[in-house]
């Protein structure tokens, strides 16, 4: 039987390469095969899957669902496609089955780990999700797009969708700020709550010294 971490990240790599060459329309040729520039999914979906591997435990969450939701969560999520709506939530959850099939993780678990998958859209919680697992994709999906990495991810993507200079990023990043505090306002958990406040004051301490730098340079300097 194949181990289940195993064919999870194998399954979200091979989707993810193959879409990130189409979208970025250039590769580059490794002893290993054709690789794409950057591969955004695989390394925000690596992040998500880091993060549950910390909050699970000091939440007394389930691993195995929390995990395995982490890693399948935008598994068939294609990059900025416009001809197409977004259902990847709904998409993802029914490949679960499929990609889980034949491997050692514990089959009762799957329905839960697509319970989570449907429900981690959004930016912003009305109320808090349910059960724990559920809760526990959400912040660490969300935590993932506040933190250090997020700023190598986006910095990194970036200059795939438009061209982009360093104003531009900068323009983009403090417009990102209302919407990380909106995130922290709906974290589900109080570990998550916590690191969020911490990531939000790491991202506005970032921009505001890329806005010294850039903008005003360097303002209040000797
Ligand atoms: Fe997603
Ligand atoms: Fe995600």
């Given amino acids: 039987m194949k181990p289940w971490r195993e064919a999870c990240e194998q399954a979200v790599r091979d989707f993810s390469d193959a879409d990130s060459i ?14 794409p520039v950057f591969n955004y999914r695989f390394e925000h979906t690596l992040a998500v899957v880091k993060t549950a591997r910390w909050l699970c435990p000091l939440v007394g969450a389930d691993l195995d669902i929390v995990e ?14 416009p001809s197409s709506k977004d259902t990847h939530a709904a998409d993802a959850s029914v490949k679960v089955p499929e990609i889980l099939a034949g491997t ?12 989570a998958i449907e429900r981690h859209v959004g930016l912003r919680l009305a109320k808090k999700l349910e059960p724990l697992e559920t809760a526990c994709l959400w912040d660490c999906d969300k935590l993932s797009k506040i933190g250090a990495a997020s700023l190598i991810h986006f910095g990194c993507i970036s200059g795939a969708f438009q061209p982009i200079d360093t104003a531009t990023i900068l323009e983009r990043g403090e417009a990102w700020i209302p919407l990380a505090e909106g ?3 709906s974290f589900n958990t109080g570990p998550a709550i916590a690191e969020g406040h911490r990531r939000l004051a790491f991202l506005k301490a970032h921009y505001a010294q890329l806005r010294r730098e850039w903008t005003d340079p360097m303002e209040g300097a000797p």
Wanted: with cysteine; charged share 30%; hydrophobic share 40%.
């Fill in 22 to 35: 189409r979208f970025w329309r250039v590769s580059h040729a490794t002893p290993e095969g054709e690789r």
């Fill in 68 to 81: 395995a939701a982490c890693w399948l969560h935008d598994c068939v999520k294609r990059l900025k496609d």
């Fill in 104 to 115: 050692d993780f514990p089959s009762e678990k799957i329905p839960a780990v697509q319970h």
């Fill in 183 to 185: 995130i922290v306002a």
